[in-house]
Structures are given as C-alpha cells and as structure tokens.
C-alpha cells in the first residue's frame, strides 16, 4: 500500500466521520433525510462530471459497475437507517464499520481479487476486524451491561447487516469501476474521473431514495421529516461531506494492490473520533475501549508492513 493512498484515506476518513454525525444528530435518520443527502451528494459531483470531458462517452462495463454499486449503495442507505433508529450510532457504527474488514477480505482472498494478501496482511485486517467489534461494546457511558447491550444490538442488528454487506459489495464493485473508467480514458485527470463516476453511481441512488420518500409523504406516514428536514443544515452539509470522502477514497483505489487495504484503512476513522472526543470534547474512554483503539492501530501498522 502506497503512501499516497495513506493520505488520500487519511483525509477521507475525516469528512466520513463527520457525515455519520450530522445523519445521527439530525434525529431524523429517515428516506426523507437520505433521500435530500443524496441529492446534496449527486449535485456536489456534478461538477466535477461535467469537467471532466468523459461523462456521455462512458463504456457500458463502467455503467455497469456503476449500476450495481448504486443498487446496494441504496439497500446500505436503508440499513443504516434502520440501524440508527433502533441502535446508539456508538453501537451501531463500529460493528457496521466491522464486518466489511473481514467480508471484503475473505471475498478477495476466495475469488482472487487484487494482489494476492500476505500473511501479515490477513493477520493485521482480522485484528482490526476484532478491535471494531470490541470497539462496539465498549463504551460504558450508556450504563448499560453487556448483556443489555446485546438486547439493544438485536434491534439494529438487521439495519447492521444490510449496512456492512451493502458497504461489502460497492466497494468491490466501485474498485472495479475506477479500473475500468481508468482503463479506458488513461488521460483523464483521476480527481474528475472518479467524480464522474460517483456522480453517475449517486444518480440512480438519488431516484430510488426520492421514490421512497415521496410514496411515506404521500402516504403521510413520513411523520412530517421531509418538512422538517428541508429547512435543516444536516443533510446538505452530511450529503456535500460523504461526497469528498467517497471521491478520495475512489482516487486511492488507483494506488492499492488489493481492495482490501482501502476497506481496512477506512477503520482508521474509529480512532480518530475517539480520541478528538477525548482530547476535545473531554469524553472519557473506558479501559476496553483503549484495548480496542490499541488493537485498531496494531492491525493497521500491520497492513501497512
């Protein structure tokens, strides 16, 4: 893994914290809230398609890849916003964060996808798989005991799944698009490439998300969230935020040897929300929860060798 993919998930990995807080503190995490963050998403790559010179002339293995990254990239909206609704985002997030460490790299390492992983490599990707996990049980804050928690994660628990299977498929599927559209305008600058491709991918995410939204409004029985939503900042700003980290995380693709490395780095944003709590908000950090960000570091300074 090169140290220009480093950066480019470093820099990612900021604004894809902040995204999952803005959904999660809107109090609203609903199709309304993510139907107009998709939109705010599309519109913020929109730009960078109609820049890049590229956007009508686009291969149908491209579209393809692109057509199926959006399917699940909605089916893992609709699992986060069950997952939100029933489960603490402390809970929540780690183990959706989770499982796509561990089902990018068995899928890669079964199907043969990429550079071959070293045995360090799997060592290093299962370690941050284990320091996620115990990352969602950790917080005692909550006063809950282990066994409440575990009560609680069976409600989010379907929510959890669809979230880390969805995230699963489009990255495999998105890795493959970049090589694609890469492969055939090699000219291209990978900045718009790759904005091209996401506004292309969010499009057809955009349409379902609305058509879901629109059908409880009219239904009434969206409980007045499109309404509310609209005249908020959350889901604007969340949409323009998921829209930058996501095109970074797309352009690093180009600069790994297996998918996997960009899934497992991706974690690197558990850390970092921790300890800026710790630091800044003055949050406390429970023994296991330190054992968890340990075990977090350890397994990706073990990717990275």
Not at 101 to 110: K, N, S
Not at 117 to 142: E, H, P, V, Y
Request: aromatic share 14%; proline share 2%.
């Amino acid at each position: 893994m090169s140290w220009t993919a480093f950066l480019l998930i470093a820099a990612s990995i900021a604004m894809h914290s902040l995204w999952h807080f803005l959904c999660k503190s809107s109090g609203k995490s609903s199709w309304a809230f993510f139907a107009l963050f998709s939109t705010s998403l599309f519109l913020t790559m929109l730009p960078f398609a109609l820049c890049s010179g590229i956007l009508f002339k686009l291969d149908e293995q491209t579209l393809r890849f692109a057509l199926i990254s959006s399917v699940v990239a909605g089916l893992g909206d609709l699992g986060l916003m069950l997952a939100y609704k029933y489960s603490d985002i402390s809970l929540a997030y780690p183990m959706a964060r989770a499982l796509p460490v561990f089902l990018t790299m068995a899928g890669c390492v079964i199907f043969d996808w990429g550079k071959s992983l070293g045995t360090l490599a799997i060592t290093g990707m299962l370690i941050i798989f284990a320091g996620c996990m115990l990352m969602a049980f950790s917080n005692n804050s909550s006063g809950k005991t282990l066994r409440e928690k575990l009560a609680f994660v069976k409600k989010g628990l379907p929510g959890i799944l669809l979230a880390a299977f969805a995230t699963t498929a489009y990255t495999v599927s998105d890795s493959f698009g970049v090589k694609s559209i890469m492969e055939h305008f090699p000219d291209c600058n990978k900045l718009l490439a790759a904005g091209t491709y996401s506004c292309i991918r969010e499009s057809l995410v955009t349409v379902a998300l609305w058509g879901g939204a629109g059908w409880l409004a009219f239904r009434k029985k969206d409980e007045g969230n499109l309404k509310a939503l609209v005249k908020t900042y959350h889901p604007y700003a969340a949409g323009i935020f998921a829209a930058l980290a996501y095109v970074l995380i797309l352009i690093s693709m180009n600069y790994v040897s297996n998918v996997s490395f960009v899934q497992s780095f991706r974690q690197l944003s558990l850390p970092l929300s921790a300890l800026l709590g710790y630091f800044i908000l003055k949050e406390k950090i429970s023994k296991l929860r330190w054992l968890a960000l340990l075990l977090i570091m350890a397994g990706l300074l073990m990717s990275i060798f």
